[in-house]
């Protein structure tokens, strides 16, 4: 952000008036209020939709923000988050509570009821896990809320989307000290994510597993086998393809990465999101993000057909 789209001045609909005790600024949306009307209050929710809702929270909180001559960095402090979540909440990529939005209309020195409205309209499905949601797995579940279509090329573990909740208890019980209470949570909010697979306008799931993902145990026999089922099911879905890439196939460019490609239809560009040993990337410029595009296109050439996968996951659910 530039020094001159800081210094622009309030827009005209900001009345600022002071009182003995603090600086206050009433506000009028227009085009908050319009859309609310426009809506209704019983609108159901697409991906569109909460989208276009999460960019009109974020501009008007940005507009708020300049308005009271606020920095990012202090807006963020305020909130005990980063200036990178502040910046990327202001574009709309990024989802801001309401308690938080309470806090930056104090910091600002605004009140604005309907853009506290739209904020409760909006909401997000995963609220009542929200102790469990950093900023890293919250860009992760609003790509997967509001794209539509991912392709994941994945090297050694079922994705996320498509793994069953056992099979996740088992994987966060391996690599988390935390008690069985939380992590019993964390592998039902792991679950609850397939939920974009079966909504009133689906997600696209386009899938690579390397064979390695099928041969490596977790939790044992039992565990796999309901996993595969799971696979299987999930393959017989009009929306998801699962291809699986054999050994036999030999190495490819994505042979030591395991990565995201989301795609939009409201215009927005693909967005990247790399999976790391300790944290998820998100990379969004065009030419990495071709690249990654171009290595999942070479991971499905030696791939299995979706038909001769299912068969395999169908072998190995058999035992």
Request: contains cysteine; proline residues 5%.
């Amino acid at each position: 952000m530039t020094k001159g789209v800081e210094s622009r001045k309030a827009p005209k609909q900001l009345h600022v008036r002071h009182s003995p005790n603090r600086l206050q600024v009433a506000v009028c949306k227009p085009h908050t209020a319009t859309l609310l009307r426009q809506q209704g209050t019983a609108m159901r929710q697409t991906p569109d939709s909460r989208h276009h809702h999460r960019v009109t929270i974020g501009g008007t909180l940005r507009r708020h923000r300049i308005a009271a001559a606020v920095s990012v960095a202090e807006a963020a402090e305020s909130l005990g988050r980063s200036p990178r979540w502040v910046g990327q909440m202001e574009e709309g990529r990024a989802f801001v509570r309401t308690q938080e939005v309470k806090v930056l209309l104090e910091v600002y020195g605004a009140a604005d009821r309907h853009l506290l409205e739209l904020v409760d309209r909006t909401g997000s499905w995963w609220g009542e896990h929200s102790d469990l949601v950093n900023e890293e797995m919250e860009s992760l579940l609003l790509l997967e809320d509001g794209a539509t279509r991912v392709r994941v090329c994945q090297i050694s573990l079922v994705p996320g989307l498509l793994q069953t909740e056992s099979y996740a208890r088992e994987l966060m019980t391996t690599v988390s000290d935390r008690p069985l209470e939380v992590i019993e949570r964390q592998a039902g909010l792991r679950t609850a994510r397939r939920t974009v697979l079966d909504r009133e306008q689906p997600l696209e799931l386009d899938v690579v597993l390397d064979e390695a993902v099928l041969r490596r145990s977790v939790g044992g026999p039992v565990v796999m086998r309901e996993q595969f089922q799971r696979l299987v099911e999930a393959a017989d879905l009009p929306n998801v393809r699962i291809r699986v890439r054999l050994f036999a196939a030999g190495p490819h460019l994505a042979v030591d990465s395991t990565f995201h490609v989301f795609s939009f239809d409201n215009g927005d560009p693909p967005v990247v999101l790399l999976e790391w040993l300790d944290r998820m990337v998100r990379v969004e410029q065009t030419s990495e993000v071709d690249r990654y595009q171009r290595a999942f296109d070479l991971a499905v050439e030696g791939a299995l057909d979706p038909e001769p996968s299912r068969a395999f996951l169908a072998e190995l659910a058999r035992g």
